[in-house]
């Protein structure tokens, strides 16, 4: 395990990743975590992250020296390296230059740390205060305008820094550098592959259910399908799995689940077809908060419905239901405080909230693992590609995506706009290019047209392709020209009620991802 402090910043979660991506175990721990604790994990090195404080700042978060003393090798970025110089008596120093964005450094000595990295090499920098002068037993490595120290180490310790931010994309040689550390400073070896991640989830999750039954909402979603394809290898026969179809969902959902999901995983499951209780639950409601109450309120219903059968079955034939599958992610848990111990912090997030005679003890088997892992280990369980690289799709669905209210002839002319749009941008290749591509139909607008010499009063639909790292933020996707038209003509030749589309070129902030 290699530990990442958190120093508050929002890169520590890029820096884990970027350490499984050089097939090494990494964990979250926050900077105020006694090193006893830290030790206690028995780590194989650990990083110190940048954070937005200057190391002389009154509340500026402080490194115990007792962690450089340790023995474990230990790297420091950004606000980290310059923690570790205060810490082992080198200058840091507010020399009133700043270096924020592309950077250029001078690798003068590469040593260890930067071996291959040109002489001349453009890096992240986001700093205001300088390393003047590293400690003693540390060699300088590299220099900057701004920066008379910007990388250093002292490889007998297993000590190294750099004033950039290595896990930034816009960083060269950025990933290079951190290999250098973890495999010739530090000695970590890339054992944690995808055949490992598997195997230990696996066993994992044999380990704490036993011989327990073990129920699973599946959304169609990559998480939960993932999560369930997991536990079912595990233990197969004991876990029943319930999709509700609330009949929001796209074209060939449903059936994708129903069809080639149990095909590729072999899960035993339990389709609730709740298509006309949840339509006649939204009959006339426009507001989008009061949608997603009412599809909350009915699904918790349906689902405690299907789970109280799958548990009095079982009761019947003298087995326990205790368990719940949670996709949750390893995100979910940094973000709410966690890591060990935080079992039920967002515990009923995902399936919205089931009551307290319900009780079930969770099974989160993804809740190490960042989305790009969660697909890895789904493509490695076998499960199909349309599922494993699905772009997130609310749990409201289609019904948020129809501006005023929700009938079944709404919700068909949307499936079949949407399935356009999707299968294009899938034919043009781009899918992995765009974070999620939402088409909007907006129901209570009429816009006039002409098509075939004859006027028509019908509705315009709205594409909404963004790119984006989390949902976060995000940015409108320059999505190129012709593959917009050929969306643009064959929705309004094939979706007779549509005769107009248009594209939404808004990011997030100031406009959300959803147009409710
Ligand atoms: P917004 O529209 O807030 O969406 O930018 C951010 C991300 O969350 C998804 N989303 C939802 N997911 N229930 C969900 O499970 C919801 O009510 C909901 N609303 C938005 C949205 O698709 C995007 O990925």
Same mark, same amino acid.
């Given at each position: 395990t290699v530990l990442v402090v958190d120093f508050g910043a929002q890169y520590a979660q890029l820096i884990a990743r970027r350490v499984r991506e050089a097939k090494v175990?990494? #964990?979250?721990?926050?900077?105020? +975590?006694?090193v006893q604790q830290m030790l206690a994990k028995n780590p194989k090195a650990i990083i110190l992250s940048g954070g937005p404080a200057s190391v002389y700042a009154d509340d500026a978060p402080g490194v115990d020296p007792d962690l450089f003393t340790s023995g474990v090798a230990t *790297?420091?970025?950004?606000?980290? *390296? &310059?923690?570790?110089? /205060?810490?082992?008596?080198?200058? /840091?120093? $507010?020399?009133?230059? =700043? #270096?924020?964005? $592309?950077?250029?450094?001078?690798? #003068?000595?590469?040593?260890?740390?930067?071996? @291959?990295?040109?002489?001349?090499?453009? /890096? %992240? +920098? !986001?700093?205001?205060? !300088?390393?003047?002068q590293a400690p003693d037993g540390f060699d300088v490595l590299a220099f900057s305008d701004a920066t008379p120290v910007a990388a250093f180490e002292d490889p007998q310790r297993g000590l190294a820094g750099v004033q950039w931010h290595p896990e930034v994309l816009h960083t060269e040689h950025g990933q290079a550098v951190l290999e250098r550390f973890l495999f010739d400073i530090a000695g970590a070896r890339?054992? %944690?592959? +995808?055949?490992?991640?598997?195997?230990?989830?696996? #066993?994992?999750?044999?380990?704490?259910?036993?011989?327990?039954?073990?129920?699973?909402?599946?959304?169609? @979603?990559?998480?939960? =399908?993932?999560?369930?394809?997991?536990? &079912?290898?595990?233990v197969g026969d004991q876990l029943t799995c319930v999709f509700v179809d609330h009949g929001l969902l796209r074209e060939g959902e449903a059936e994708q689940v129903e069809r080639d999901f149990v095909a590729a995983t072999g899960v035993d499951l339990h389709v609730v077809d709740a298509q006309e209780r949840f339509l006649s639950a939204l009959k006339g409601v426009e507001d989008p908060e009061e949608k997603r109450k009412i599809i909350g309120r009915e699904f918790i219903r349906v689902f405690e419905d299907a789970a109280r059968e799958i548990v009095a079955k079982a009761g019947a034939e003298g087995d326990e239901v205790e368990f719940l599958v949670q996709g949750t992610l390893y995100p979910d848990v940094v973000e709410s405080g966690g890591g060990e111990g935080a079992a039920n912090i967002k515990s009923h997030h995902n399936v919205g909230g089931l009551p307290d005679d319900l009780q079930f003890t969770l099974v989160e088997p993804l809740r190490w693992l960042f989305k790009d892992e969660v697909r890895a280990v789904g493509e490695q369980l076998g499960i199909p590609a349309d599922i494993v690289w699905r772009h997130p799709f609310p749990g409201p669905g289609l019904a948020i995506r129809i501006i005023g209210s929700v009938d079944r002839e709404r919700l068909e002319v949307l499936r079949r706009a949407d399935a356009i749009a999707r299968a294009e941008l899938t034919e043009a290749g781009l899918d992995r290019h765009v974070w999620q591509f939402p088409v909007v139909l907006l129901a209570n607008v009429h816009s006039v047209g002409v098509q075939g010499d004859e006027r028509t009063y019908g509705h315009p639909v709205v594409l909404r392709p963004v790119s984006s790292e989390d949902a976060m933020t995000a940015d409108w996707s320059r999505l190129p020209f012709e593959l917009l038209e050929r969306i643009s003509t064959r929705i309004t030749n094939e979706v007779r009620e549509v005769n107009r589309v248009v594209l939404d070129v808004t990011s997030k902030p100031p406009a959300t991802i959803e147009w409710e």
């Open positions: 175990y990494s #964990e979250i721990v926050p900077h105020t +975590m006694p *790297f420091g970025i950004c606000y980290g *390296f &310059q923690a570790m110089a /205060v810490a082992l008596g080198g200058q /840091v120093a $507010r020399t009133g230059l =700043s #270096e924020f964005g $592309r950077t250029p450094v001078d690798v #003068e000595h590469p040593g260890t740390l930067l071996h @291959g990295v040109p002489a001349g090499s453009t /890096v %992240w +920098m !986001s700093h205001n205060d !300088s390393v003047t890339p054992t %944690w592959t +995808m055949v490992n991640i598997v195997d230990e989830a696996v #066993e994992d999750i044999r380990a704490q259910v036993g011989s327990k039954q073990i129920v699973c909402g599946l959304s169609g @979603g990559v998480d939960s =399908s993932v999560a369930a394809a997991l536990v &079912q290898r595990a």
